[in-house]
């Protein structure tokens, strides 16, 4: 079944720099790639996703690419506000439910 | 209406009782779920319905009966659970459409405590 790294595991960063969070995935059948974030306490929410025909898809502050050849995708977060602090999860599904990394906590450190 | 409700919010149940969560939307997915979170953990799939037939398992004790009335609601029934059972159910739902995949939209979650 499918495998799903995430690194690192928390990532502290001064505001308005950006943050970088990185996964790896084992299944070459997964083609959609969603990021949640989840504030404490609340449901992870959609921010964004990318599926295996894109390389690269951007939303404001918030970007996401795709290495099909090497199975991994990156969160880039610029200009880093003390709201974007929270649990961050990549994800992955191809003909499986969709399997998550182990998050990473994300400080914006004002 | 765009989304996952569930109730209730907070549960606090003893050994020996019986409960329900409950899950409803109105988005016409034909995919839900049922996922277990633990403090400082990613949610870990337990049931999945499609077109309200259970399609995955994945190896839940049976403490833990899910059920799909209706295209629109989840529930998913408590009996006889264990302190360690404690965490948070989210409840989930999905587009189904052949050879595309969608994420999931989460409801807000019931945060369970068994005494």
């Known amino acids: 079944g499918e495998n799903v790294e995430q690194h690192p595991s928390t990532l502290s960063v001064q505001e308005g720099d950006s943050a970088v969070i990185k996964c790896t995935y084992s299944?070459?059948?997964?083609?959609?790639f969603p990021w949640y974030k989840q504030e404490l306490g609340k449901r992870p929410q959609l921010i964004i996703d990318?599926?295996?025909?894109?390389g690269e898809k951007k939303d404001q502050r918030i970007a996401v690419t795709l290495n099909k050849t090497a199975k991994h995708f990156s969160l880039h977060i610029t200009e880093t506000q003390p709201e974007d602090s929270a649990v961050y999860f990549c994800?992955?599904?191809?003909?499986?439910?969709?399997?998550f990394g182990k998050g990473t906590r994300l400080s914006v450190i004002a | 209406d765009t989304e996952v409700t569930q109730t209730p919010k907070h549960l606090v149940m003893g050994m020996t009782n019986k409960k329900s969560l409950k899950c409803e939307q109105h988005?016409?997915?034909?995919?839900m779920y049922w996922y277990k979170q633990k403090a400082k953990k990613p949610p870990e799939l337990m049931f999945v319905?499609?077109?309200?037939?259970?399609?995955i398992n994945e190896s839940v004790p049976s403490r833990f009966s899910p059920e799909c009335p209706n295209s629109s609601l989840l529930n998913l029934h408590l009996h006889a659970l264990q302190p360690e059972d404690s965490a948070l159910y989210l409840c989930?739902?999905?587009?189904?459409?052949?050879?595309?995949?969608?994420?999931?939209?989460f409801g807000s979650g019931t945060r369970l405590t068994v005494v």
């Open positions: 989930a739902s999905s587009q189904v459409l052949p050879g595309v995949n969608y994420g999931y939209t």
């Open positions: 994800a992955a599904r191809g003909n499986t439910p969709l399997v």
């Open positions: 988005m016409g997915h034909r995919a």
């Open positions: 299944d070459s059948a997964s083609n959609y």
């Open positions: 990318i599926r295996s025909n894109v």
């Open positions: 319905y499609s077109y309200e037939k259970l399609s």
